[in-house]
């Protein structure tokens, strides 16, 4: 019965898992249709950006940035050293490479409201919340911000899904494992004092 059930859970918690890669494969494939690629990033004006997508070009003024982070990796390949730049504005977000054709004129609109290089940058007054609901890419039209929301909140209840489901395959066995060693090495042992028990009466 103890083995029936080990079998039940094993293939439960399996099969949830499976699921779970799944859901998470689909709700990636939907993320990366819905998000908007940018093309090119041009200057207009002395402080008027045009960021062109594939969904059109978005007009982007310093006025309009909320939020810029920094941070720097190391190519594999070459060992070169990347920046890669997050900007959040109220128009969407930017994602930005160093390694990107249009990386210099990026840097303009990072150097238009950040004139010290910080890794960190934030608009005065602006709090997490308001930043989590920019946080989708730029030129992404408004009807599919909420589909692109809901794929992102799912993916996340998948993954965490799994991961318990993962925990409860793992973990339980393992105790079981050890329950089923120490029941089957206390038999054992008792038979080992019948043996020398009867051993000694029949030297007697």
Do not use: C
């Given at each position: ?10 293939k439960l918690s399996s099969l949830v898992i499976l699921f779970s890669l799944l859901f998470t494969m689909l709700t990636s494939i ?16 002395r402080e008027l950006f045009s960021v062109i997508t594939e969904k059109g070009n978005v007009n982007i003024h310093p006025d309009d ?70 946080g989708y890419s730029i030129g992404t039209p408004a009807n599919h911000v909420p589909i692109l929301f809901s794929l992102i909140s ?51």
């Amino acid at each position: 019965m103890q083995q029936v059930s080990k079998l039940g859970r094993e293939k439960l918690s399996s099969l949830v898992i499976l699921f779970s890669l799944l859901f998470t494969m689909l709700t990636s494939i939907g993320v990366n249709l819905l998000d908007v690629k940018i093309l090119n990033i041009e200057l207009i004006d002395r402080e008027l950006f045009s960021v062109i997508t594939e969904k059109g070009n978005v007009n982007i003024h310093p006025d309009d940035i909320l939020r810029i982070e920094r941070s720097f990796t190391k190519a594999s390949l070459t060992g070169e050293t990347v920046e890669l730049d997050k900007i959040y504005t109220d128009k969407g977000f930017i994602y930005l490479s160093s390694q990107a054709p249009y990386a210099k004129t990026g840097q303009k609109i990072i150097n238009s409201v950040d004139y010290y290089g910080l890794l960190k940058w934030e608009r005065a007054g602006v709090d997490l919340e308001s930043i989590n609901k920019l946080g989708y890419s730029i030129g992404t039209p408004a009807n599919h911000v909420p589909i692109l929301f809901s794929l992102i909140s799912l993916q996340y209840a998948a993954l965490s899904v799994g991961g318990m489901a993962l925990m409860v395959l793992v973990f339980p066995l393992r105790f079981g494992e050890e329950e089923q060693d120490t029941t089957s090495t206390l038999p054992s042992q008792g038979q080992e004092l019948i043996l020398d028990d009867s051993v000694e009466y029949s030297v007697k």
